[in-house]
């Protein structure tokens, strides 16, 4: 694509550039997330392509994931294990703010690409490192993805029925932690730089990003030798925060956990004295005799069918809702009214619909420009426009098995 064919670039983050060497999930997602904001990103996958490419469900051929997760970036196909690969990444860097990666510990600097080598070649890098275990500590090496850093850090022992094996949601979900942590790093890092002058390394271990969220059980077992364990659909100490049956054979999840609330609650369920027996009349009361509560109101919800008291808790002001399928999220008019189900222009399926940019912001929002596309869709143009090489280069390095150029 033609340096004026593409969509200009928008939001907080334009006018910076991303070279993103990470792979997968975690690396390419806080790639999307600077890009979803404005910086320009160069994704460099391998020549075959992305792992991410493998993952999830196709469409004619093409990979939906990689589709909105390669999203806004150019991508660029290059073979690092080749020094003429490397080379090119050297002279990106020059042209870069920042740097994702999510090799294992050691593997960039055994390619002579780790901080210290890129830092002398450009002092204001902000290099970004994903890992499983971080860059330092017994367990640097290990590899690890995602899921195992969640059960390393404890959240997989808390996700799921008591009565069973530990389970897990059906997403990667400690890689979307760690690649929304990572870019938050990046742009904290780039902020003290506007007073410094200096880039630094952003330091960023699946494990501990899905272990920070652990936050109320870390004090409680120093305190008081508490191991927390999984709770199914209610929330500990937290009620009632629980999934209740319905007539129709559906669910309804009610959170209403504090003392107004549940006080409607109450009201709407027409057990307004609820509230005045002293094992409902307080929060902690309310916890202690959590099943007894929930006992009730299930019987209370097992009555009527998930419409209708949807509709009545809407009317109490009670927090509610059923478990909403994508099927469900297409349907609903509030995701397509805050522009959270976006139609993105797609190179060989016209368009493909993605997620809509979050968080909002008022001034200077996020936009989606374009989808993911075929490998080494812009290898040419930013060989040319930002590495510094010319036309017979570029296809002499094609030819050689060194770069892929789709175009």
């Known amino acids: 694509m033609k340096e004026s064919e593409r969509p200009a670039a928008f939001g907080p983050l334009a006018g910076y550039r991303v070279l993103e060497l990470g792979s997968t999930v975690a690396g390419p997602f806080c790639g999307r997330l600077m890009a979803d904001f404005g910086a320009e990103v160069i994704k460099v996958e391998p020549m075959e392509g992305d792992a991410v490419r493998t993952m999830g469900k196709r469409y004619e051929g093409e990979s939906l994931y990689a589709a909105s997760i390669l999203r806004n970036k150019s991508l660029v196909a290059l073979d690092l294990r080749s020094p003429e690969g490397r080379d090119i990444v050297r002279q990106l860097v ?214 209708d008291l949807e509709l009545l808790l809407q009317k109490a002001a009670v927090p509610a809702t059923r478990i909403y399928t994508m099927a469900d999220i297409f349907a609903d008019g509030h995701f397509k009214d805050r522009q959270m189900l976006v139609e993105v222009p797609h190179e060989a399926l016209q368009q493909v619909t993605m997620a809509g940019v979050v968080p909002k912001l008022s001034r200077t929002p996020g936009q989606l420009r374009q989808a993911g596309g075929s490998v080494g869709r812009d290898t040419r143009r930013i060989l040319t426009e930002l590495a510094g090489l010319d036309a017979a280069s570029v296809q002499r390095l094609q030819e050689s098995g060194i770069v892929n150029c789709a175009s």
């Open 94 to 307: 020059r042209q870069c703010d920042v740097l994702v990666e999510n090799f294992r510990p050691g593997a960039l600097e055994k390619w002579e690409l780790g901080y210290e080598e890129l830092s002398e070649i450009n002092p204001r890098l902000v290099m970004v490192r994903i890992s499983g275990f971080g860059q330092t500590g017994p367990y640097r090496e290990r590899p690890g993805y995602g899921v195992i850093g969640e059960a390393v850090s404890g959240l997989r022992h808390v996700t799921g029925d008591p009565d069973r094996p530990p389970t897990r949601a059906a997403v990667s979900l400690t890689d979307y932690f760690t690649g929304l942590y990572a870019a938050y790093g990046a742009v904290m890092a780039l902020l003290e730089r506007q007073s410094t002058g200096k880039g630094q390394c952003v330091d960023a271990a699946l494990y501990e990003c899905a272990f920070s969220f652990m936050e109320p059980h870390i004090p409680a077992y120093e305190k008081l030798g508490y191991i927390a364990n999984r709770a199914g659909s209610r929330l500990p100490d937290s009620t009632p925060n629980n999934l209740y049956p319905t007539r129709d054979g559906s669910h309804i999840h009610i959170t209403a956990m504090g003392e107004a609330v549940f006080r409607r609650l109450a009201a709407a369920m027409g057990r307004p004295e609820l509230m005045e027996q002293p094992e409902y009349a307080s929060a902690r009361a309310r916890s202690e005799h959590h099943e007894d509560l929930d006992r009730l109101i299930s019987e209370w919800t097992a009555a009527h069918d998930l419409s």
